[in-house]
Nanobody
Framework: QVQLVESGGGLVQAGGSLRLSCAAS????????MGWFRQAPGKEREFLSA????????NYADSVKGRFTISRDNAKNTVYLQMNSLKPEDTAVYFC???????????????WGQGTQVTVSS
């Protein structure tokens, strides 16, 4: 089992920045690729970004490419999502997740955090 806890969400004005953190416990963090997703009310869960076990490979959804940056610190068992130039349409609950493969498909992730709310005001 891997337990994931997100933090860092909140209310920010359009154009602002937030950094989300996801702290892992349980099994060896570096055994897992990590991803970030979000879900807005009435919408499906959306892939945002993923990072490989070592941190050497990352990928991003087109909707956040150039604005969001994923990173991980295996010594701290934590994955981050730096979000810049935030827009009102970025408002959603943000989730981190752990997987044995690098994938954008949420069904490929075995463990999920409880989510953290991000609200971007216009």
């Amino acid at each position: 089992q891997v337990q994931l806890v997100e933090s860092g969400g909140g209310l920010v004005q359009a154009g602002g920045s937030l950094r989300l953190s996801c702290a892992a416990s349980g099994r060896t963090f570096s055994d897992y690729h990590m991803g970030w997703f979000r879900q807005a009310p009435g919408k499906e869960r959306e892939f945002l970004s993923a990072v490989s076990r070592s941190g050497g490979y990352t990928n991003y959804a087109d909707s956040v490419k150039g604005r969001f940056t994923i990173s991980r610190d295996n010594a701290k068992n934590t994955v981050y999502l730096q979000m810049n130039s935030l827009k009102p349409e970025d408002t959603a609950v943000y989730f981190c997740a752990a997987s044995r493969i690098v994938t954008a498909n949420p069904t490929g992730y075995h463990y999920w955090g409880q989510g953290t709310q991000v609200t971007v005001s216009s």
